[in-house]
């Protein structure tokens, strides 16, 4: 089932059921890439300098050959992907910036892009002027998944609720409020900092 519908519907259940999905494993719902990524996360820890490169360069190679197969803003640079290692193929690859994208997107969208699962999304829009972003399923699922392997070194579990830890400045007119969010179950947590564990607040 693609991100975007799992989400319209578990937005538009009921609080009870929502709790009620709360039990079923993240990893079951979050799909295949998820459980991949999620399940290395000790290795990720532990691997060296080179066993880390090698892995960047076989994943990099993958981004890259995509690019040239199905994007036509990159197609002219598959011989470089196709000749040269990753790493220096990527050199060649130009910096991008949103007018460059605006000014005719359908140019870095991939030549499968309806059959590839996804869903639209833009950036905050604090210049006044939004980028539509497209962000595929599997993206998504890689991307939490690095995310949640960083909340597990601090005792923060997937399917939680969520908890928000708020710092105040000394100085009244600064405050920030950093949001640790889970997969978004009703009802407001805490989290206590001697022994990692969830509290539901009343």
């Not at 190679?61 to 995509?66: E, M, P």
């Not at 002027?129 to 601090?154: G, P």
């Amino acid at each position: 089932m693609a991100f975007n519908l799992k989400r319209r519907l578990y937005e538009s259940l009921p609080v009870a059921v929502k709790r009620s999905v709360c039990l079923v494993p993240f990893p079951w719902l979050a799909g295949r890439a998820y459980r991949t990524v999620y399940q290395r996360r000790l290795w990720f820890d532990r691997a060296d300098h080179a066993e880390l490169r090698a892995w960047q360069e076989r994943e990099l190679g993958q981004v890259l050959r995509f690019a040239v197969d199905q994007v036509p803003a990159y197609q002219h640079l598959r011989a470089r992907v196709e000749q040269q290692p990753p790493f220096e193929a990527l050199q060649f690859f130009p910096l991008l910036d949103k007018d460059t994208v605006q000014a005719d997107q359908s140019r870095y969208l991939p030549r499968d892009f309806q059959r590839i699962p996804h869903y639209e999304t833009t950036t905050g829009g604090t210049s006044g002027n939004q980028l539509k972003i497209y962000v595929d399923d599997c993206s998504q699922a890689v991307e939490t998944a690095f995310m949640h392997r960083q909340w597990a070194r601090v005792c923060i579990a997937s399917g939680r609720g969520s908890a928000i830890r708020r710092v105040i400045a000394r100085r009244p007119s600064a405050a920030w409020r950093f949001p640790i969010s889970g997969r978004g179950c009703s009802g407001s947590t805490t989290r206590s900092t001697t022994n990692c564990s969830f509290r539901r607040s009343t």
